[in-house]
């Protein structure tokens, strides 16, 4: 048996996203997904539209006791969840109380079962009015967002000291509605594509200003035991794993790519994040980086994604992250299963890698299970079922999967036990 033991006050956790389960937004995505264009495509694809429509999703806009109970009993001291910024601003510079009153509640329901809430402002959904404008490709967009980032923090501010501005808003958001235009887009091409990256960098150094701001005034004046300096700021990005080639050509080219996807934002902006949350899936071995097949054996796959599973690849993307000198929250790392086969061992192999990382002198503060539930997957619809609990979408019944327990158990522990398997 071997022992991997976490540092003390190592958070324990998962996350979710407003539009994948709270179920009923109207927001651009949810205009999209039920466009006429949208639903002809699906047809075409012989795909049933129902499923590729959000709808009520996991209800949990109303079930999210329910759901912070299931989270409490597997032993959670963090979780993290989005504000859906349609529900807060729904009309341009109009904000809605009662929509704050909710999270306000939200978070409560959270600090009483023990387990600290980190707030994402943003995750890939925008108001109507806001993507009429073009979203993040209008210039002002940096403003409009700060405006919403501020009303929402200024109103709970007490109770929540992490705050994410953007969820994988420059790789995977920027792709999929500029590059692929798979997602919904307001216009196509590399050009859109670095504009809308260059926006949302200043739509996050504005927005890290004003927060901190809001808690400096208020630790003059209030009780709260959040302060600027203890109150942390951050962005959350998709890194992937590109393995090692020993050829010239094809470690420049990976070099490059590695610059320009995983580290883009944080090399340039090192002054305005307090931390860096990292989502890591997978490896990618794509043929422009030469096939790595003698350096990289092949993994398991995710199916219900496609993704090729490579745990080790963890290790390297976070010791890559430390050179920017930050602390690191996993804020994602997951799978698709929904038979629950792979996702124990998945959960544990890549727990191994981030304690050798933190061994090794990574600041490495929490883990957070990519998701609490299965929930709507964006362009897959509901078939990949990535949560720790299984979602009935017919009854809306939670029932935990067995992995779940397992993982648990390390949360309680704050380690890991393993069969000699490594
Ligand atoms: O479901 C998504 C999430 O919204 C962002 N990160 C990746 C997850 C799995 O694809």
Not at 54 to 69: I, Q
Not at 71 to 97: C, M, T, V, Y
Not at 363 to 374: E, K, Q, T
Request: aromatic fraction near 16%; include cysteine.
């Amino acid at each position: 048996m071997s022992i991997y033991k976490f540092p003390d006050g190592f958070k324990w956790g998962s996350a979710t996203s407003a539009h994948q389960i709270e179920g009923n937004n109207h927001n651009d995505w949810s205009e999209w997904e039920s466009s006429p264009e949208r639903i002809a495509q699906l047809k075409k694809e012989g795909k049933t539209p129902s499923d590729f429509i959000s709808g009520r999703a996991c209800d949990s806009y109303n079930r999210y006791e329910e759901d912070f109970d299931i989270a409490k009993k597997l032993n959670q001291n963090i979780h993290r969840f989005s504000i859906e910024w349609s529900r807060i601003e729904p009309e341009e510079g109009k904000f809605d109380f009662e929509a704050i009153k909710h999270y306000q509640r939200l978070v409560k329901v959270l600090r009483d079962r023990g387990m600290e809430p980190m707030v994402t402002l943003w995750h890939f959904t925008n108001p109507i009015w806001f993507a009429e404008k073009g979203g993040f490709l209008n210039k002002k967009s940096p403003e409009y967002f700060t405006r919403y980032a501020k009303y929402v923090v200024d109103n709970l501010k007490d109770e929540v000291g992490l705050w994410i501005t953007f969820n994988e808003a420059l790789t995977v958001y920027a792709g999929y509605t500029n590059l692929t235009a798979i997602w919904p887009s307001r216009g196509r091409g590399i050009l859109n594509f670095l504009r809308m990256r260059r926006n949302i960098s200043k739509a996050h150094v504005l927005a890290y200003r004003e927060v901190k701001k809001i808690y400096d005034v208020s630790s003059n004046s209030s009780q709260s035991f959040l302060t600027s300096h203890n109150v942390m700021v951050g962005i959350t990005e998709n890194n992937v794993y590109v393995p090692d080639t020993k050829n010239f050509w094809t470690i420049l080219v990976r070099r490059m790519y590695k610059r320009f996807r995983n580290f883009y934002f944080f090399k340039e902006n090192t002054p305005h994040y307090d931390f860096i949350g990292l989502n890591y899936y997978h490896i990618s071995r794509k043929p422009f980086f030469g096939e790595n097949k003698k350096l990289v054996s092949k993994q398991e796959f995710m199916k219900e994604m496609n993704w090729e599973i490579y745990p080790e690849g963890i290790y390297h993307v976070l010791k890559d992250l430390s050179k920017f000198k930050k602390p690191i929250f996993i804020t994602e790392n997951g799978i698709a299963d929904g038979a629950d086969l792979q996702r124990e061992k998945f959960i544990k192999d890549h727990l191994r890698w981030i304690w050798q990382a933190i061994q090794d002198g990574v600041d490495v503060r929490g883990y957070l299970y990519w998701s609490l539930l299965d929930n709507f997957e964006w362009h897959l619809g509901f078939k990949p079922r990535f949560g720790l609990v299984e979602i009935d979408y017919a009854t809306l019944e939670r029932k935990i999967r067995p992995s779940a327990y397992e993982y648990a158990k390390i949360c309680r522990e704050n380690e890991l036990k393993v069969e000699s398997l490594y």
